[in-house]
């Protein structure tokens, strides 16, 4: 039971550039999240699944596209990457709406 | 969510109890409390939660007073890789949100634990 994973763990990008981070989960949950988390400004919510098929934005969803595959796979993409995207991103699953969240290792991105 | 108040540093000797508080006076009757982790570089780590009771796992306890207003986690037997910023979090499980920035966990500045050798 590995719970949730991400890949890649780290990436460098340069300024335009796409790239597509992933997510799963194996324990079943039905609601999936992205956040990313910067120095100072704690963790702030980029898209949200309630459920497979549905998707919704969250506090800051500019520049971020997201897809749940599936019930397992939730990935976020960036279509083109600026300096200002450069940050941790965290996803995490829990089993329905308001239930305890638990949450991947992260993959630590830098924009140039 | 009810707002949370929490030290921002306490030091604690390696294999003793560190006990963490949190203040959080304005707690709703279906408010949770909610404890997490984040070590260094690491993604947030689930503690434990409680509305009422005390809880126990294999990780921490929660004690909640009576009034609860506030609460204090406890590490029975901290190790030097219990090192971590520790978050309180107030939250009502239940409810369904319209708004989706409630949606998100919302991470205060937290505790800064640090486990002397």
């Known amino acids: 039971n590995a719970g949730v994973t991400q890949t890649p763990k780290f990436q460098v990008l340069k300024t335009g550039q796409s790239m597509t981070l992933q997510c799963a989960q194996d324990m079943n949950h039905n609601s999936m999240y992205w956040y990313r988390q910067d120095p100072g400004m704690g963790l702030r919510l980029i898209y949200y699944?309630?459920?497979?098929?549905?998707?919704d934005k969250g506090e800051v969803p500019n520049g971020y596209n997201v897809s749940r595959l599936n019930k397992r796979e939730f990935s976020l993409r960036l279509e083109s990457a600026a300096p200002s995207q450069t940050s941790v991103y965290f996803c995490?699953?829990?089993?329905?709406?308001?239930?305890?969240?638990?949450f991947g290792p992260g993959t630590r991105l830098l924009v140039l | 969510d009810a707002k949370t108040t929490q030290p921002p540093s306490m030091d604690c000797a390696e294999g003793r109890a560190a006990n963490l508080p949190c203040n959080h006076s304005?707690?709703?009757?279906?408010?949770?409390v909610y404890w997490y982790r984040q070590i260094h570089s690491q993604g947030p780590q689930y503690i434990i939660h409680?509305?009422?009771n005390n809880e126990t796992n294999e990780m921490a306890s929660l004690i909640i007073t009576e009034d609860r207003k506030s609460s204090t986690l406890i590490l029975p037997h901290a190790t030097l890789r219990d090192t971590a910023v520790y978050y309180c979090i107030v939250r009502d499980r239940i409810s369904y949100y319209m708004d989706t920035g409630r949606r998100a966990l919302t991470f205060g500045s937290g505790t800064r634990l640090q486990v002397q050798p």
């Open positions: 995490a699953s829990s089993a329905g709406q308001g239930e305890t969240q638990y």
């Open positions: 409680g509305l009422k």
């Open positions: 699944s309630a459920s497979e098929g549905t998707t």
């Open positions: 304005t707690i709703s009757g279906n408010e949770y």
